[in-house]
């Protein structure tokens, strides 16, 4: 408990990066002011807290600011250490950090081919998630959640898939999560979706689906206009 | 407590290798070297590191441990009573450690390795221009992180001196190699001055490789790879 606390989070309603700091604040019971942005018009206040990247989320704690989601997830169990979100052991540790890499980086990157990309480079990208994909399925293979049997830092870090890949999979008209391919991810999914605190904490789904949708036409047009 | 079986694959070249042996180093752990070969990777690396099939990676007591940055942090947090701390002790302080850790290899870093990608006198510039606005911003940090002390980490070497001055001697073979000065003394006296201390600590001198040696693998290895995949691409 960090008494005399002001906690205050600028977000963005879709993204999944803001939605993962907002799980792990409400796991911990954290009561926080949340400020919503409108990133075509980036308020004064998020342009002073976050001058290099310019980007939600911002969580700024008794005036200071922190950025990056992964960044924030580990200060969030550091300063409130009580209901640990991380594993306690080193070693599980590292393995949870390994695999936040991998779905930000790696997979994200597979992603985005997949939902912006056309022809050879969409393939590409769908080839890869499948890849990922199935690497993840292995590494749920009994168990309910990553972390066991309830929600830890890992789910809330893949959670992004668990929502947002259907919702790019809908709006960008491909698919790559399959049920008999990659049963225990699927499973997976249901498990964390249905959990109490990531079921009533999730943007609407139909208002999701239409944003990307938007959002990949204006990239469609943004790379015809490049060059 | 029984003894602790180490082993790190590797290469002498990746700086994401050269900051887990200077901190191995410096907190006086016994290790067993491996240098891979990427273009033939070792059944070693392929059983420890099937999804990345990359160095750096740790194994200890056969577990293995993989990404730099997190190879980094267990070694802290294993083995938190040996040795200086990599982390500062402080959450808000690790915070600025994580987050310009990252920005370094993924901005600065990335940006230098850029320079000599480039294939036009405009693409060079750009790179340029992104690696000196990387470096100024670092010369704000290290101010702001070291408080008047040698390192980024204070009196000692820390998470950000070993990810930055993991990549010195690449960023030194870039000036080489593409003719220009990215370490100004001028525009970045803290960081310059920093990068002397840095260099002379032991445990880096000794898995530090040289420039020239550096410079060579830019040019007779990395350089005629890319151009060759540049050619063999549609």
């Known amino acids: ?227 | 407590m029984g003894e602790r079986e180490l082993k790190l694959l590797g290469t002498w070249v990746s700086p994401y290798v050269i900051r887990v042996r200077v901190v191995l180093n410096q907190k006086g752990l016994k290790y067993e070297y491996f240098e891979q070969d990427l273009t033939n990777k070792s059944e070693l690396l392929l059983k420890y590191n099937p999804i990345h099939k990359k160095v750096p990676v740790l194994i200890d007591n056969d577990q293995p441990v993989c990404e730099s940055l997190v190879i980094l942090q267990y070694i802290d947090e294993a083995w938190s009573k040996t040795g200086p701390s990599v982390l500062p002790t402080d959450p808000y302080e690790r915070a600025m450690a994580r987050f310009w850790a990252v920005y370094i290899d993924d901005k600065v870093f990335l940006a230098s390795a850029g320079i000599l990608k480039a294939t036009t006198e405009e693409a060079k510039a750009e790179k340029i221009i992104e690696t000196m606005a990387g470096l100024e911003l670092l010369e704000e940090t290290f101010k702001k992180c070291s408080k008047g002390k040698p390192f980024f980490g204070g009196d000692t070497i820390g998470f950000l001196d070993v990810t930055l001055g993991s990549c010195l001697v690449w960023l030194k073979a870039t000036e080489k190699v593409s003719e220009l000065t990215l370490l100004d003394g001028n525009k970045f006296p803290k960081l310059v001055k920093w990068t002397e201390q840095f260099l002379s600590a032991d445990c880096v001198k000794e898995v530090m490789p040289k420039v020239e040696k550096v410079e060579e693998y830019i040019n007779k290895t990395l350089k005629p790879k890319w151009a060759a995949a540049a050619t063999s691409s549609k």
């Open chain 1, 1 to 227: 408990m960090v008494p005399n606390s002001e906690v205050r989070l600028f977000g963005m309603w879709a993204s999944p990066a803001v939605w993962r700091v907002e799980w792990a604040l409400k796991m911990k019971g954290i009561e926080f002011e949340y400020i919503e942005e409108d990133v075509s018009d980036k308020s004064s206040s998020l342009l002073m807290y976050n001058p290099i990247n310019k980007q939600v989320p911002v969580l700024v704690h008794n005036g200071k600011p922190i950025v990056e989601s992964l960044v924030i997830l580990e200060y969030i169990d550091e300063t409130w250490n009580d209901k640990p979100i991380l594993p306690v052991d080193s070693y599980e540790r590292a393995k949870a950090r390994f695999w936040a890499t991998f779905v930000d980086v790696k997979c994200r990157e597979a992603a985005r081919k997949s939902f912006f990309g056309e022809g050879e480079e969409r393939e590409n990208g769908i080839e890869n998630l499948e890849i990922q994909l199935k690497a993840l399925d292995e590494e749920l293979e009994g168990k309910k959640f990553f972390a066991g049997n309830s929600i830890g830092y890992t789910d809330l870090v893949v959670g992004w898939m668990a929502f947002w890949l259907g919702v790019a999979e809908e709006a960008g008209d491909f698919k790559a999560v399959n049920s008999s391919k990659f049963p225990f991810f699927t499973a997976w999914i249901e498990n964390f979706l249905q959990d109490p605190l990531i079921k009533n904490n999730l943007p609407p789904r139909d208002k999701t689906v239409e944003f990307f949708r938007l959002f990949r036409q204006a990239g469609s047009c943004a790379k015809a206009n490049v060059k």
